[in-house]
């Protein structure tokens, strides 16, 4: 298994910047594929971004062009960078390790116009 640690996650206005950052410890982070996912209230959860081990990204339709997933595996660390925020937004944001199926306890982007 792996554990996973996210933070950065707090409160911003509409249209600023936030990083989230998931530490992570225990089994081979590298030849898992990452993950971000979201939860709001009343709502399923579902996949904001992943990376591969190899790099390649993907990102739902909702956050293209505004989120960046990155990871640097020597640090055992995967990044959401989250730019040009709205209010929809608004979530528990969690990291996966979908190799481990593990996810982290997550951490709270509240967004307000």
């Known amino acids: 298994q792996v554990q996973l640690v996210e933070s950065g996650g707090g409160l911003v206005q509409a249209g600023g910047s936030l990083r989230l950052s998931c530490a992570a410890s225990?089994?081979?982070?590298?030849?898992?594929?990452m993950a971000w996912d979201r939860q709001a209230p009343g709502k399923q959860r579902e996949l904001v971004a992943f990376?591969?081990?190899?790099?390649?990204?993907n990102y739902a339709d909702s956050v293209k062009g505004r989120f960046t997933i990155s990871r640097d595996n020597a640090k055992k660390m995967v990044y959401l960078q989250m730019n040009n925020l709205k209010p929809e937004d608004t979530a528990v944001y969690y990291c996966?390790?979908?190799?481990?199926?593990?996810w982290g306890q997550g951490t709270q982007v509240t967004v307000s116009s």
């Open positions: 990376i591969s081990r190899d790099g390649n990204t």
């Open positions: 225990g089994g081979n982070f590298s030849i898992s594929t």
């Open positions: 996966a390790a979908r190799y481990y199926s593990s």
